[in-house]
């Protein structure tokens, strides 16, 4: 039922969240969102994408700065988002201070090296309250487009 709900609140927030991805195109998953079954479970709270240190960081909505400083000697950036949601980005340098109102696409932070990824990554989460979502969901959509069918074969 949690989890229908929490489904529920973020297809919700859809709409108002533009979907700006925090890195360039195209994006590479080193690692998945593999929430844990239990909160104190072990498993993968958010998503790992390969970026090179000093890749610029952009935030993925418009918000507030929640947190911009060191969490046990690696540098976290955290913006509350609209509908009480709220990214986070790690290891990183921030450009922001807290408490700072941020656009969707400014460059909120630069990656630094610190990554528990084989090669530099950014560990990139999202959370509704306490609860963990894939923040791959934020992600604008790609755009279908239909290709013309193929010729009739000849009979």
Known sequence: MTTLLLSLLLALAQPALPGVRPLPAPLTVARWWDPPPTP???????????APVGAELRAVAAGRVHHAG??????V??????NGLR?????VRPLVTEGEQVVAGQVVAVL???SHC????????????????????????????????GLPADG
Do not use: I, K, M
Request: aromatic fraction near 6%.
């Open 40 to 50: 104190y479970a072990a498993g993968h709270r958010g998503v790992d994408l390969s």
């Open 70 to 75: 060191p969490v046990a000697g690696r540098g």
């Open 77 to 82: 950036l955290s913006l509350a988002l609209p």
């Open 87 to 91: 990214t986070t980005y790690e290891p």
């Open 112 to 114: 630094t090296e610190g």
């Open 118 to 149: 084989p090669a530099s990554c950014l560990h990139w989460g999202l959370l509704a309250g306490e609860t963990y979502l894939n923040p791959l969901t934020l992600l604008p959509r790609p755009t279908p487009r239909l290709l013309p069918a």
